[in-house]
Antibody
Framework: QVQLVQSGAEVKKPGASVKVSCKAS????????MYWVRQAPGQGLEWMGI????????TYAQKFQGRVTMTRDTSTSTVYMELSSLRSEDTAVYYC??????????????WGQGTLVTVSS | DIQMTQSPSILSASVGDRVTITCRAS??????LAWYQQKPGKAPKVLIY???SLESGVPSRFSGSGSGTEFTLTISSLQPDDFATYYC??????????FGGGTKVEIK
């Protein structure tokens, strides 16, 4: 079955970077885009960007431009999201999510379990 | 960017009630709208896609309607498992993809 398994919780100090992984299984990794979405405590869902695992191309939300980098490793069917210059407002659960049907714009039919990133001094 | 506005933000209801949540887009998104249910500590789960198509495995008491800029999610008879937070999401444009602010359905 289609599954996205993310790396474990992280605690980081302000100014540091964090790299979260998302390992895909159960489907052809390079045939589907991947989103990263975050959710601050008690808040709504916020789209951070998209990566095409086939060629590695990315598009980031303007809010995160310059601070976020999404990459992939096709040999392990894993996508990564690295966020730098962390501040307390970046404390959130980070999700990878697969848009349906191989489309760049789609609804998410599969989500990772989420990775809590806590930024605290 | 396409802004998505959900209302109400909190809804108090009883088991068996008919519940309606509204989502408005700042510009036309045709029918490119999905609804999700999220429970505490869990990832969102898609209920409805393309405004009114029911995701496989989702109970038929959930339904969606609308097109253009105004959409609704209806739960025909609220069940105990339905107390959760619901989000709409537009996918007319992926840059950026945008979500509504959420509607928490709580026990009256």
């Amino acid at each position: 079955q289609v599954q996205l398994v993310q790396s474990g919780a992280e605690v980081k100090k302000p100014g540091a970077s964090v790299k979260v992984s998302c390992k895909a299984s159960g489907y052809t990794f390079t045939s589907y885009y991947m989103y990263w979405v975050r959710q601050a405590p008690g808040q709504g869902l916020e789209w951070m960007g998209i990566i095409n695992p086939s060629g590695g191309s990315t598009t980031y939300a303007q809010k995160f431009q310059g601070r976020v980098t999404m990459t992939r490793d096709t040999s392990t069917s894993t996508v990564y999201m690295e966020l730098s210059s962390l501040r307390s407002e970046d404390t959130a659960v980070y999700y990878c999510a697969r848009p349906y049907g191989g489309n760049s714009a789609g609804y998410c039919d599969c989500w990772g379990q989420g990775t809590l990133v806590t930024v605290s001094s | 960017d396409i802004q998505m506005t959900q209302s109400p933000s909190i809804l108090s209801a009883s088991v068996g009630d008919r519940v309606t949540i509204t989502c408005r887009a700042s510009q036309s998104i045709s029918r490119w709208l999905a609804w999700y249910q999220q429970k505490p500590g869990k990832a969102p789960k898609v209920l409805i896609y393309k405004a009114s198509s029911l995701e496989s495995g989702v109970p038929s008491r959930f339904s969606g309607s609308g097109s253009g800029t105004e959409f609704t999610l209806t739960i025909s008879s609220l069940q105990p498992d339905d107390f959760a937070t619901y989000y709409c999401q537009q996918y007319s444009s992926y840059s950026p993809l945008t979500f509504g602010g959420g509607t928490k359905v709580e026990i009256k």
